[in-house]
């Protein structure tokens, strides 16, 4: 789910910044004398000549400038939630097709969600890493804030698990995930940023079927540097970010509710109930190692088709999550470094799980780097 644009009560939403596209600079030695220079220019020019000149990929930026709804050419839905839709399009002046998240800014105010919403832009947009879905732009109609995302035309990692027989992969796709996900996990830490809404429905799979990381709504800066503060043109700023997560029993909109198989819904927090860690649940201090919890719900789900945790009702599954030894399915289901990895980092005392850095030396990944 993507949260929160503007700021509470009379403030409206800001104005986008001007966005130019970014360019590479080469760095120049004030020392360097004008004959070295004019070599490496002679140098340059003969590459082109000869076909040696390299051609950059173009970057993937769009520029904010003068950006309108009607340079999108709008393809087809991918997704819809009770207060957005994600569609594919196509950005007529470049040509780049990319995924549109168009939020009602009326559903926004409503709920409450736009200086979150403010926040999630604020830090995603300065995020540049392979597993980590890139936020190219933004722009504001009268009626929706519009999100210019890259386009992962593979779908989310849940519709890819819930195609799979028995719904489950094998290890060497599951570890292969785990390993891509840990690696965006390890980008986010060494920035000082918790993502706390870590699973299935928020990685996406790109073109190449390379999971990265999305939706941002419930980050967190853990430390001062860290702190993403944008001041917008109009002066509204957002700082600290991330909403604090709570159990949602309201259920207005069924957006935060799981279907079953009888008509029941079982009421979630905001997120996904089965992925948060004790210390998010129970509202005491958390680390980056909440994030830990949620790989390991992450790993046993994609081996065993069901999280570690899961049950009928909210109340158990609040209680399992807090007292109970996690579920990885029968000895046949989970290999014994597979599961060795799952119990360190579900447990419950979050001091004694590793961190990512350490979860990328685990034998069981490395293991799956070996046969890439």
Known sequence: MVAGVAAHGSATVPTPPRWEA????????ESSTRGR???????????????????????????????????????????????????????????????LKELSRRRLRSLNLETQLQWEINLH???????????????ITSTSVVLVLELCPNGTLQQKLQSMPERRFNEARASCYI?????????????GIVHRDLKPENILLDAQGVARLGDFGWSKALTTTAAVTVVESDGIEASGGGRQPGINTDDDDGEDCEEW???????????????????????????????????????????????????????????????EIPQLGDDGAISPLARDLALQLLQKDPNKRPTVTEVLQHPWLRRSRDRD
């Open 37 to 99: 220079r004019r070599k490496r220019v002679q140098e340059k020019k003969e590459k082109k000549a000869t076909g040696q000149h390299h051609n950059p990929k173009p970057q993937l930026v769009i520029q904010q400038r003068d950006l309108r709804d009607g340079d999108f050419q709008r393809l087809e839905v991918l997704g819809e939630g009770s207060y957005s839709v994600v569609l594919a399009a196509r950005h007529l002046p470049s040509g780049l097709t990319v995924a």
């Open 125 to 139: 947009r300065t995020l540049r890493h392979p597993n980590i879905v890139r936020l190219l732009s933004y722009y």
């Open 22 to 29: 970014r360019r590479s600079h080469s760095s120049r030695d």
């Open 261 to 323: 198989d009888d008509g029941r819904r079982r009421p979630t927090v905001c997120g996904t109930l089965d992925y948060l860690s004790p210390e998010l649940l129970g509202g005491t201090p958390y680390s980056y190692s909440a994030d830990m919890w949620s790989l390991g719900a992450l790993l046993v789900e994609l081996l065993c088709g069901k999280p570690p945790f899961y049950r009928t009702s909210q109340r158990e599954t609040l209680s399992a999550i807090r007292d």
């Open 179 to 191: 390993g891509q996900v840990a690696l965006g996990l390890a980008y986010l830490h060494e920035h």
